[in-house]
């Protein structure tokens, strides 16, 4: 059975702000029910990146990881808010860890989780200075810098933070002058680490991925064709309808596969249009344009939700507007109408596909 050792403090430890949460509703223990692991949670409460007998090089050394699979380390949030020495401090002492969990066991795979946001003192952001004077980023920023020296993973909770100061009463036991999840905000934790784990054993084993797919390439470019015989339009309507919707849905995978998101949204559409060339066919035009401006405003809204954007203008896709071909005849000012429909489609999802590329490398 694959095994998993749990570094961390009084959020691995399961205290939820009011109450300590039984063992199995813990989140290491949640990963390892969800993914058929054996789990030792070695977390104490008030635990962090320091020199302690609690902190985190002591642990990785008196705790042998001889015999795992993978070890998941979550600290931070007591550097942040009872700081024993600098960011930089911290971060030394989060890479003296790792550096003993290799040393006993240069196969095991280590997870660093970005400490969830803390707003125990007064804070309502990632960039209120604590009482040394640095942020909360500042440390996310910091522990990045060390999981690419070492070579491990990491989550970033920041692009799409499950916990905010605007929820906070709702997600911690503590509410906005905390930082404990409640046992239904440890399971959604619990889920997204889940996911990022099952991208690791990908990444290990690529030739034996969870679900086995046919090895096909992300397609990262959406290619419409244009309309340029009217009597043509339910095949050129079918084709392209049905391409919009795959890449839209490749779009979503793609979004859930860089937040570790396990169920990525996905939309449906009839795609078949086979009616004779008279209103009947006319209508489904109408109807299928007006579904896809929904989808696709959906997918945009979804977008700047997640923080997908062009980091060089720092913009959002816009929202869009489709054209309904409402004509009665179909001559060329009909099919122009279409074909702008094909382009701003076009240009709209692969402008999100290029930010998504972005975050991608």
């Not at 030792?40 to 015999?67: C, E, K």
């Not at 997600?171 to 680490?193: F, M, Q, W, Y």
Request: with cysteine; hydrophobic share 35%.
């Amino acid at each position: 059975m694959t095994k998993l050792i749990a570094f961390g403090d009084s959020i691995f430890a399961g205290w939820n702000g009011k109450s300590q949460d039984s063992n199995d509703q813990r989140i290491p223990e949640l990963i390892g029910q969800a993914l058929g692991w054996e789990v030792t949670n070695t977390a104490i409460s008030g635990a962090q990146f320091d020199d302690r007998d609690s902190g985190f090089p002591n642990m990785a050394r008196t705790h042998s990881v001889a015999g795992y699979d993978y070890a998941i380390v979550n600290f931070g949030v007591n550097n942040w808010c009872f700081p024993s020495g600098g960011v930089g401090y911290a971060a030394r002492k989060a890479s003296e860890g790792i550096e003993a969990l290799k040393a006993e066991n240069p196969n095991i795979k280590i997870l660093l989780e970005l400490p969830t946001e803390d707003f125990r003192n007064g804070s309502t952001t990632l960039f209120d200075l604590n009482s040394q004077g640095w942020t909360q980023n500042q440390l996310d920023d910091e522990l990045i810098s060390v999981a690419k020296a070492e070579g491990i993973d990491y989550y970033d909770w920041r692009s799409n933070p499950i916990i905010t100061y605007a929820n906070a009463n709702e997600k911690l036991g503590d509410g906005n002058t905390g930082v404990h999840p409640t046992p239904a905000t440890s399971k959604e934790i619990a889920d997204r680490l889940v996911a990022k784990f099952k991208q690791m054993i990908t990444q290990s084993n690529p030739s034996k991925p969870d679900n086995p797919q046919p090895n096909q390439p992300v397609v990262k470019t959406l290619n419409l064709a244009e309309l340029t015989d009217a009597f043509k339009i339910g095949d050129n309507l079918t084709n392209n309808v049905a391409a919009t919707i795959s890449f839209v849905n490749s779009l979503y995978d793609r979004i859930g596969n860089i937040y570790g998101i396990l169920d990525s949204k996905k939309i449906e559409m009839p795609v078949k249009f086979d009616k004779p060339l008279q209103r009947a066919l006319r209508n489904e035009v109408i109807k299928s344009f007006l579904e896809l401006n929904t989808y696709l405003n959906e997918l945009i809204r979804y977008c700047k939700k997640e923080g997908i954007m062009n980091y060089e203008t720092g913009e959002y896709a816009p929202t869009i507007e489709l054209t309904l071909p409402r004509l009665l005849t179909i001559d060329e000012n009909y099919q122009k109408i279409i074909n702008n429909n094909w382009k701003l489609i076009e240009d709209t999802l692969n402008q999100i596909s290029n930010d998504l590329q972005e975050m991608e490398e």
